[in-house]
């Protein structure tokens, strides 16, 4: 890893690299030892009788095979391929450094991960009934998604909202909507997590609001706001603000919570969307961790002490279709991470060494041909995330390439996991395939490459330099091209879409929602707006345009206006006449 000197000002800080292995000699054992030079020879002798009887009887089925991200897979691992490899320091045990077997010592023989399903739709009512539904059936944490006039902190009247209330999640507009979510839900016994980024500071301070209204000091409450928007600019384009101003609310948010919401994961640092846009598994794996390290930095040069944040950190990434590269690349993330956190920011608390995850199953792999094979894919994405170490983890629905889920979709979606942790006997040990020749030699070759793209970012002056210039942007697209090519030549074999295809009915139930959620949503809004305090609305915007164009920490001022059941997008539009709106440079 390069050294990073900061180009747009600020403290630099210089990285290292974990130290490179030595040659192996013939004599050298590797990480699953055995003597090489014998091991060697049998190789060859295998190759030279063996291997070419059975190739002249069946030739392979293709002449080059690959992953996913069209990475090359040799025909067979052996110790020779991992004899660089260092047991002690780059495998190790797992809950010490590096991590790459775990961040806990027992893993799911301690405690499960979060079985925590991604839902929201219409109105907070229909959403807060379907949470009820799936915490009697076993659901151990909650996924809030937020409807796009939301995401984007716009009101139910505005006329871009038009045709989006309440369609692809819920739709949030006052404190008022916040309480109706979570209504009959103990905030203090279960976690939330909420998928929002550029107004993720406002619904940090609704879900504040409503525990503070019950009572329920700030330090019990738990759960996850993702609010990172440099995966934004780089893959789903749900941003606001410039780049800068929108770190700083970034920063705030994380500075707050350290100080009030400790137990409060303030930022889920996302590759889930850069995937999800067609990047490759490192392209994933080198962006999401150097995204992290850009928010690492820019809290640092806030002031804020390194161990005072880093413990609450997490990781949010996509589990696609090629298990074995879904396994390394979790495995690989938490080894880069751990060296990162304690060699390049020199952070003293081995929790601030942790990478913390939560996964998704691919929601760019569900098909609507022939949806039911849906539930494989999701299944075997599931089964990755769990021999990958997950902490969480959402499984797709089937008829998601269709709509929201229905009911018995997701019911279906959660019983996938729980088959997985109770029925499938890998929750039994710990990494259960740690030691596998070709998942360590992958696990060092995506290791390795994530550094390449970590030596390019450097030279650019950091990731947000490079945003501005599109650099991640067109680089996840030329993969994305790529990979559709692959598809469209038969390449890359997708069952039901360019192969084994059939003529099919698709009798399946779809979630509909009605316009109506539209109608409610606003007569809500309007009713909030004829009985709050309407100057003390006016007096808590004007002191957060004050303090935006000054240097305050912005978290307070806006749990006021929360507090006062000012809408979001009266909150959002006081940043946006501050700060103005970000347009994108143009990916050529």
Known sequence: MAGHRRRNGGTAVTPTRPKKSRTPSTRRTGATGGDLGAIRAAYERWTRMTLREALERQPERQAEFTTLSSQPVQRLYTPLDVAGIDYLRDIGFPGEFPFTRGIHATMYRGRLWTFRLFSGFGTPEDTN???????????????????????YGRDPDHPLSLGEVGKCGVSIVTLRDMEILFDGIDLASIT????????????????????????????????????????????????????RPSMRLVVDSIAWCARHMPKWNPISISGYHIREAGSTAVQELAFTLYDGIEYVRHCIEAGLDVDEFAPRL???????NDFFEEIAKFRAARRIWAHVMRDRFHARNPRSWWLRFHTQTAGCSLTWQQPYNNIIRTT??????????TQSLHTNAFDEAYALPTEFSALLALRTQQIIAFESGVANTVDPLGGSYFVEALTKQMEDQAYEYFDKLDAMGGMIPAIERGYPQREIAEAAYRYQRQVESKEKIIVGVNDYVIEEDRPIEILYIDEKVAEQQIARMNEVKRTRDN????????????????????????????????????ICDTLRDVWGEWEEPEVI
């Not at 980024?197 to 019990?220: E, F, H, T």
């Not at 759960?223 to 780049?243: C, F, M, R, S, V």
């Not at 808590?540 to 912005?554: I, V, Y």
């Open 129 to 151: 009934r379907r949470y009820k539904f799936l915490i009697s059936q076993g659901q151990t944490g909650l996924s809030v998604a937020f409807d796009l006039p939301t995401l």
């Open 535 to 570: 100057r003390a609305v006016v007096a808590s915007l004007q002191a957060l345009r004050r303090a935006a164009q000054g240097s305050d920490n912005l978290m307070p001022y806006i749990l006021e206006a929360v507090q006062n059941y000012a809408t979001i997008g009266e």
């Open 380 to 389: 075997i994405q599931a089964l990755a995330a769990v021999l990958g170490g």
């Open 192 to 243: 939330t997590s909420m998928t929002i980024n550029s107004p993720a500071a406002v619904l940090i301070c609704m879900y504040a609001a409503v525990a503070l209204k019950r009572g329920i000091p700030l330090d019990r409450i738990g759960g996850t706001t993702q609010n990172d928007i440099l995966k934004e600019y780089i893959a789903q384009k749900e941003y606001i603000y410039p780049p």
């Open 314 to 320: 997490s990781f949010f990434f996509n589990c696609h």
